[in-house]
């Protein structure tokens, strides 16, 4: 990956803005200053383009004049995601199987890089390897990561998890006290890479037992994330992303969408046409994934639903939902409701 490509989704993003704000830093400066629409930190499922998301950290640093700021975002990072987690403890009985399982980083961030895990004699380490190259030994970024890596394997497992060591590939900070609450005594700086080392015998550690089964209104995020489908590619993830967008306003066409993506007419379709796909495919499959999405969200009414899918009426979307469900938005629904949730 060429330095500066990529995406990251609103995830990342989200947590820096709150580790600035509860800093005092001024938000909407700040997102302003990034050239990022706070409208897009709204939707997890949204992204980033890498420079403005690195443009957006560094201010944020900056401003907040904290050195242990990756550790704050860190912390967010991981109980943002807690759902997911305490999902995968429903599917999963020991930490061996939650690494085994669990979605990459690119896919629940976004390109920032691959945590590895590899067995080290009695030891496992937990590595970070950056895929942009500007944030390879940059501080904040080396502490997110490994923070949110450290408070979600505890949050997991029912026995608590020591870090041995740690090993980070900046230079010795001139206070390391926060490190030291963080991940333990022996850190080592100036490595080649950024890992954490935990003795073996976690990985045979038993995950929590919720006690309770999940309902569907907890669980519909998560498992959404674990069934993404691997080498979804950036340009058609651009595409949804922007029928995601435009839908609710209604009179949707492929010229709203090139316009939307800054392409022609013409060299959209040609685009569509050299992955096999059609602007109406598109907008149909976007539509289907968003409604299912919202009927499973009880909040949301049937009405609500049909304007933010870009439907005129309730009709008009029931009746395109049959075509697509064999059934009504209203009996899909309740078939969720009745379903009961079965633990793996």
């Known amino acids: 990956m060429s330095p500066g490509a990529g ?7 989200q947590a820096v803005v709150q580790a600035a704000g509860a800093l005092g830093v001024d938000v909407a400066a700040l997102l302003r200053d990034a050239r990022i629409n706070p409208g897009l930190l709204r939707d997890s499922s949204e992204h980033i383009p890498m420079d403005r998301y690195l443009s957006l950290y560094r201010l944020a640093v900056e401003r907040a004049a904290d050195p242990d700021f990756g550790l704050y975002v860190g912390h967010i990072v991981y109980f943002s995601g807690i759902n997911l987690h305490l999902y995968m403890t429903t599917i999963c009985r020991t930490l061996k199987e939650y690494f085994n399982v669990i979605p990459s980083t690119i896919r629940l961030r976004g390109d920032t890089g691959r945590v590895l895990i590899r067995a080290q004699g009695d030891m496992i380490a ?16 080396v502490d997110e990561m490994l923070m949110s890596s450290v408070e979600i394997i505890n949050a997991i497992c029912a026995l608590p998890v020591l870090v041995r060591a740690a090993e980070f590939t900046y230079s010795t900070p001139d206070d390391t006290r926060a490190l030291k609450r963080a991940f ?23 995950l929590v037992d919720l006690g309770f089964e999940l309902t569907s209104d907890f669980w519909v995020g998560p498992a959404n994330v674990v069934t993404q489908e691997e080498g979804d590619d950036p340009f058609l993830r651009d595409i949804r992303a922007a029928i995601r967008r435009a839908l609710p306003g209604g009179d949707f066409t492929i010229d709203t969408l090139a316009d ?13 046409s050299s992955y096999g796909v059609s602007f109406k495919r598109m907008l149909q499959d ?15 009414a049937i009405t609500e639903i049909a ?19 064999g059934c009504a938005p209203t009996e899909y629904r309740q078939r969720a409701i009745n379903q009961p949730v079965v633990k793996q």
């Open 307 to 325: 304007l933010l899918l870009g439907y005129s009426d309730q009709a008009s979307f029931s009746n395109a939902f049959k075509v697509w469900s």
């Open 184 to 206: 333990g005594s022996h850190l080592k700086f100036g490595s080649d890479t950024s890992r954490l080392y935990f003795s073996r015998d976690v990985l045979r550690y038993p």
């Open 7 to 13: 995406i990251v989704y609103a995830l990342g993003p």
């Open 126 to 141: 937990l590595e970070w390897h950056p895929l942009e190259p500007r944030i390879a030994d940059w501080r904040p970024v």
């Open 286 to 300: 976007v539509r289907q994934e968003q409604a299912r999405r919202y009927l499973d969200d009880p909040r949301l």
């Open 260 to 272: 939307e993506l800054n392409l022609s007419r013409r060299t959209l379709q040609r685009r569509l």
